[in-house]
């Protein structure tokens, strides 16, 4: 848990975010006055029904699609690095034809990062080891299983250091043992590097296992339909009954009919 | 690595047992028919293989023909490669660009280079600038056409982390684009060296040549010695099998991870 003064300072301020997808016949409002703020090492889920605007808010926080309105404010980290939102895909995204090591090291070689060689060589050596891959720091990524290829993900976006991880449905696509491994390596994580965590899931049990804080989004176009706190302590059991309770809270008001389909949005 | 699979010598004995059936075939029926004009045998044109650095019929050496040829090739494939890749890359990365370019590549495409010969010719005069321009020109779209289709079949999600790292275009066509495109562009040269090779023999059989695999197959038919003429078949054949076994085994060592996720 981030401690003493969770709240005092936001490291992100989302105000008023508003987005429409317009396409040529037909125009899809996805978003309709998103407001929140993260608090320093604080684990944000976003929950709500299908197609509500979980991933573009997640896409326009990590600067990957523009809002029409609202503001997004990120406090200057200390470090001065260029990037301060990093973000994790459903599929892990890795360049096949990179090994995990150079995946790791990718956003660093950019011109937006000016890291020096032996920095770049002590992050990666220290990010394997974070993800317990240091013996496959030569592989490519076809040969590693999926929970794996995950975990390389997760270091090749923290290697920038970012101010906030973006994690867009990323564990959905693993089977539920390397699943909630992950999870817990994501907690730990957390606790280890101080990070700042907003995820989009669609599982309530996953969304209390790690959360600090689940916001729940409307139907289309999504608003802020409500804030549940998760107050429970870490490690967090699925058999206790409070946590089942919470869960319980959670899945009762993540509802959807799923009416409203819109062709024009993004995958 | 040295050892061969039992089944990969079964599969290797199929095809030579097909080979030497052939070359049996060959060899009987040139001694029934025992006239060189028309059918020479094994013997002989094997004769001018295994003296490949003597004089064929006063000439160059088989293997002098053969690095003239080899030498042109090479020549107009890296010329064609230099212009096509780029080309490539940006017609694949600007829609813009495709679709100033399109249509004209589509309609020079299907043009067969020798056709271009009579321009070439008045452009460059006899000898080898038109040689290198048909090769160039015959190795020229099939690499620009597997680079654009690279370009294309990137996957935008690569795009996307590209961008969360704030990459410039530069560093997106540079650390994206083109390490994601490359087995499709080896793909183009493999093939645009099969047919500049074609290229190269053919271009080589017009008038004005003095030398290469293709001039020597003439100037061998002009004297009615059709023994040279196998031989220089033989080795253009083995020098396509040859590079293509080389492309192949670029294709394996570095492009493994190619279609797997």
């Known amino acids: ?267 | 690595m040295v050892l061969i699979s039992k089944q990969k010598v079964r599969e290797y004995g199929k095809g030579l047992a097909i080979i030497i059936l052939l070359l049996v075939a060959w060899q009987c029926a040139a001694l029934v028919i025992d006239n060189n004009y028309i059918l020479p045998s094994l013997t002989e044109i094997a004769d001018v293989l295994l003296h490949p650095l003597q004089p064929v019929l006063g000439g160059e050496s088989l293997i002098a023909n053969t690095m003239v040829s080899l030498k042109e090739v090479l020549t107009g494939f890296f010329c064609a490669a230099a212009l096509a890749i780029p080309l490539g890359l940006l017609i694949g990365w600007s829609s813009e660009v495709q679709a100033y370019l399109n249509p004209a590549t589509q309609i020079l495409r299907p043009i067969p280079p020798i056709a271009w010969m009579p321009f070439a010719i008045a452009w460059f005069g006899i000898g080898i600038n038109s040689i290198l321009f048909i090769i160039a020109l015959g190795a020229f779209f099939p690499i620009l056409i597997n680079t654009v289709d690279g370009v294309k079949g990137i996957r935008v999600r690569w795009i996307e982390v590209a961008e969360m790292f704030h990459a410039t275009t530069f560093e997106k066509l540079r650390t994206v684009v083109l390490p994601g495109a490359l087995p499709r562009i080896w793909t183009g040269l493999r093939v645009s060296f099969a047919i500049a090779w074609m290229c190269v023999v053919a271009a080589e059989m017009l008038p004005g040549t003095t030398a290469g695999l293709g001039f020597l197959i003439m100037y061998a038919y002009n004297l009615g010695q059709l023994d040279v003429i196998g031989a220089g078949m033989v080795v253009i054949g083995i020098i396509g099998l040859g590079a293509d076994m080389l492309f192949r085994a670029g294709q394996d060592r570095f492009f493994s991870w190619e279609g797997k996720d």
């Open chain 1, 1 to 267: 848990m981030g401690g003493e003064g969770l709240m005092a300072e936001p490291v992100l301020s989302i105000s008023g975010i508003e987005k429409t997808f317009r396409g040529e016949s037909e125009s899809c409002p996805a978003l309709s006055g998103v407001s929140f703020d993260i608090a320093a090492e604080e684990i944000i889920c976003i929950m709500g029904p299908s197609g509500c605007g979980k991933s573009t808010l997640l896409r326009i926080i990590g600067g990957l699609e523009h809002e029409d309105k609202g503001s997004i404010h990120t406090r200057a980290e200390p470090l001065g690095e260029g990037v301060s939102a990093a973000m994790i895909f459903q599929d892990h995204a890795l360049f096949p034809w990179l090994s995990v090591e150079e995946n790791i090291i990718y956003g660093l070689r950019l011109s937006a990062q000016k890291v020096p060689d032996t920095e770049v060589h002590r992050r990666v050596d220290d990010l394997l080891s974070l993800i317990h891959l240091t013996s496959f720091a030569r592989s490519l990524p076809h040969e590693l299983s999926g929970g794996m290829k995950q975990r390389v993900s997760v270091a090749r976006a923290l290697a920038i250091r970012p101010s906030i991880l973006l994690m867009d449905e990323p564990f959905s696509a693993l089977d539920i043992f390397t699943r909630r491994e992950l999870e817990d390596e994501i907690l730990r994580i957390r606790q280890e590097l101080k990070t700042t965590i907003l995820m989009v899931t669609h599982n309530p049990e996953e969304a209390v296992y790690i959360a600090d804080r689940i916001i729940i989004l409307s139907e289309r176009p999504g608003v802020v339909a409500g804030i549940v706190t998760v107050p429970l302590p870490h490690p967090r059991s699925p058999a206790d009954p409070d946590f089942i309770r919470i869960r319980e809270e959670v899945a009762g008001r993540v509802k959807g009919k799923n009416v409203v389909r819109c062709g024009i949005q993004h995958e």
